[in-house]
């Protein structure tokens, strides 16, 4: 199990994913994230093992093309 958090990078139209093995730490980087560069993240996802990571990256990048 891991846990999941899309974070918004460094203009309106970046996003990363990041993975974390607790809630804790997924916690802790979003509060990293706000304190360091005010960057917005979401609540973290639970996410079963078996992941497409790379699938998830993919959607998460799409992301930029919104209209």
Known sequence: MA??????????????????????????????CRNDGAYRTTEPVEMPDGTDWDALENVVQSLATLD
Request: hydrophobic share 40%; charged share 20%; proline share 0%.
């Open 3 to 32: 846990f999941v958090v899309i974070q918004e990078g460094g203009s309106s139209t970046e996003f990363y994913v990041s993975a974390w093995g607790s809630v804790d730490e997924a916690e802790a980087h979003r509060i990293s």
